[in-house]
T-cell receptor, first 113, second 113 residues
Framework: GDSVTQTEGQVALSEEDFLTIHCNYS??????LFWYVQYPGEGPQLLFR?????EKGSSRGFEATYDKGTTSFHLRKASVQESDSAVYYC????????????FGTGTRLQVLP | EAAVTQSPRSKVAVTGGKVTLSCHQT?????MYWYRQDTGHGLRLIHY???????EKGDIPDGYKASRPSQENFSLILELASLSQTAVYFC????????????FGPGTRLLVL
């Protein structure tokens, strides 16, 4: 079945560091890919999404590029801030497989001042 | 602004007791979902509904029932709560299945003793 793999369970950085959170997916069709962010005490909220190969999604300084060749959608930010501390989820929706949204296991980002 | 609310925000239940978690949305969305969140597992779909008076099983429905009495309301019912059901539960809504942004509530933290 469809799946999303996030290899980093936790990431600790200092302010102004460069961030990469890896996301790889497996899907039978041509999925839409999402990044969600969850701040403490809140539900996840959409960061951005991408629907086609080479499309770049971006929001709040974060970005990711849909890469069908490597089945990846890695999240990057050039300079993180303490306020970016949160859990980040990669997810996919596969129209050829019931359109269900499948979430990765999440990556907890802690940014130290 | 999309709005999904959940009640209660936290609950302590006894093993074998009945627990009802409630969700209310003012988005006028057709689709509603219940997820549970556990460390190391991310978000997993329990039940979902696309119309009032109808519910569907998600990936981990065992031990849970759902009820959708109206478009706005969606409940998750644990008839016989167990220790393994201790988790954070999120409700979400979307206007359509899969492709669209999911709007999450703030979550309910359930502790089963």
């Amino acid at each position: 079945g469809d799946s999303v793999t996030q290899t980093e369970g936790q990431v600790a950085l200092s302010e102004e560091d460069f961030l990469t959170i890896h996301c790889n997916y497996s899907a039978s069709g041509y999925p839409t890919l999402f990044w969600y962010v969850q701040y403490p005490g809140e539900g996840p909220q959409l960061l951005f999404r991408a629907s086609r190969d080479k499309e770049k999604g971006s929001s709040r300084g974060f970005e990711a590029t849909y890469d069908k060749g490597t089945t990846s959608f890695h999240l990057r930010k050039a300079s993180v801030q303490e306020s970016d501390s949160a859990v980040y989820y990669c997810a996919l929706s596969d129209p050829s497989n019931t359109n269900k949204v499948v979430f990765g296991t999440g990556t907890r980002l802690q940014v130290l001042p | 602004e999309a709005a999904v609310t959940q009640s209660p925000r936290s609950k302590v239940a006894v093993t074998g007791g009945k627990v009802t978690l409630s969700c209310h949305q003012t988005n006028n969305h057709d689709y509603m979902y219940w997820y549970r969140q556990d460390t190391g597992h991310g978000l997993r779909l329990i039940h979902y509904s696309y119309v009032a008076d109808s519910t569907e099983k998600g990936d981990i429905p065992d031990g849970y029932k759902a009820s959708r009495p109206s478009q706005e309301n969606f409940s998750l019912i644990l008839e016989l709560a167990s220790l393994s059901q201790t988790a954070v539960y999120f409700c979400a809504s979307t206007p359509d299945w899969g492709q669209d942004t999911q709007y999450f509530g703030p979550g309910t933290r359930l502790l089963v003793l």
